[in-house]
């Protein structure tokens, strides 16, 4: 959470000190390609893994046509139409960074880049106040389960409103991104 908790910050602060449209236009889209990948990205990722755990313990059998025919789906719920989804193109893409799937790394990030979100949202509207709770819940390290941390910092993942602020970022910056193609000449 701390390196997503500081890549929101630099891209705020990137987006804000950028000299020309051109280059807040860069810094937008690599924010949005942040976003796109660790948000929605791996939330498909975290999708599947629970999906395959699901078929696992119900003594499903696990084979690359059956976790591709899932990930289709997936694909498919995510996107709706505005994708060609196939399996042998999206449904084939769990094959790819396998460390995607391994200890649920999707969910990591995906919980990691909401709680970012939420503690830069914090450290900005706030200042010190919320600089010391944030540097107290990565003092915690793993003594305390993360949730707990997180919430005992302010920031509860259980609760819509980090989720909602991180949608609000997401379009935010996507907002940005259209008014930088809209100025340019």
Same mark, same amino acid.
């Given at each position: 959470?701390? %390196?997503?908790?500081? #890549? *929101?910050?630099? +891209?705020?602060? =990137?987006?804000?000190? +950028? ?13 949005? !390609? ?16 629970? $999906?395959?755990?699901?078929?696992? #313990?119900?003594?499903? %059998? ?18 709706? !139409? ?22 649920? /790394?999707? /969910? ?8 970012? *979100?939420?503690? +830069?949202?914090?450290? #900005?509207? #706030? ?27 302010? *920031? ?13 970022? /997401? +379009?935010?910056?996507? !907002?940005? =991104? $259209? ?7």
């Amino acid at each position: 959470m701390a %390196s997503l908790t500081n #890549e *929101v910050l630099l +891209a705020r602060h =990137l987006v804000r000190m +950028a000299p020309e449209p051109a280059a807040q236009a860069h810094m937008l889209n690599r924010a949005l !390609d942040v976003f796109h990948e660790y948000f929605f990205g791996l939330g498909m990722v975290t999708e599947l893994q629970v $999906e395959v755990h699901r078929m696992a #313990e119900a003594g499903e %059998s696990l084979t690359y046509e059956t976790i591709t025919a899932t990930n289709t789906q997936i694909w498919r719920k995510w996107h709706g !139409d505005a994708v060609e989804v196939t399996p042998d193109g999206c449904g084939a893409s769990w094959c790819e960074g396998s460390r995607h799937l391994q200890n649920f /790394y999707g /969910y990591q990030y995906l919980t990691g880049l909401a709680a970012g *979100v939420a503690f +830069a949202d914090a450290i #900005e509207s #706030e200042g010190q106040s919320a600089v010391a709770r944030y540097l107290r819940f990565l003092a915690v390290g793993a003594a305390q389960r993360p949730a707990e941390a997180l919430a005992g910092s302010g *920031v509860d993942l259980r609760a819509t409103g980090p989720w909602r602020r991180a949608l609000a970022q /997401y +379009a935010a910056w996507q !907002d940005g =991104l $259209e008014r930088t193609f809209a100025i340019r000449p």
